[in-house]
């Protein structure tokens, strides 16, 4: 857990690893049909926006500010997808502090959530998260 008022001081700490998520077939069709997102009957990949919906899973599990009164998804810089996941693949994520910064009522930061999959060599998604963090 990071104090608010510290977090500007702790650019560079990393987080994790997070808790194991195995995607499941179920996982897949619910998210297809929750976003309209289309799925191929047989297609086994997880879809790279479903990945990117994960973050939003993990990153509170990986970065706990305490002294907030709340944390807004205020958005996202970069995201890249380098490997495919697959259903049954169980992904787990990092995370790094990028730049956090004071704000009027608060502070901003950017964290890198990284997921990987258990075995495989490259990340799934590589997302700079854009949250405040607000007193």
């Known amino acids: 857990m990071i104090d608010l ?3 500007p001081g702790e650019i560079g700490a990393t987080f994790g ?3 194991d998520l195995e995607v499941a077939p179920g996982d897949v069709a619910a998210f297809a049909r929750a976003t309209g997102a289309p799925v191929a009957p047989g297609d086994r990949s997880v879809p790279p926006f479903m990945l990117l919906a994960l973050v939003n899973r993990f990153l509170p599990e990986l970065v706990a500010v305490d002294g907030a009164s709340r944390g807004v998804n205020y958005g996202t810089g970069p995201v890249r ?6 259903v049954g693949d169980v992904i787990f994520a990092t995370a790094c502090l ?3 910064s004071d704000i009027e009522g608060g502070v901003q930061a950017t964290i890198r959530v990284t997921e ?3 075995g495989g ?3 799934v998604c590589v997302a700079d998260t ?6």
Do not use: K
């Open 17 to 19: 690893p997070s808790s």
């Open 98 to 100: 990028l730049d956090a």
């Open 116 to 118: 990987h999959c258990r």
């Open 130 to 135: 854009i949250s405040r963090y607000l007193r």
């Open 81 to 86: 997808f380098p490997a495919p996941a697959t």
């Open 5 to 7: 008022g510290n977090l």
């Open 121 to 123: 060599d490259e990340p």
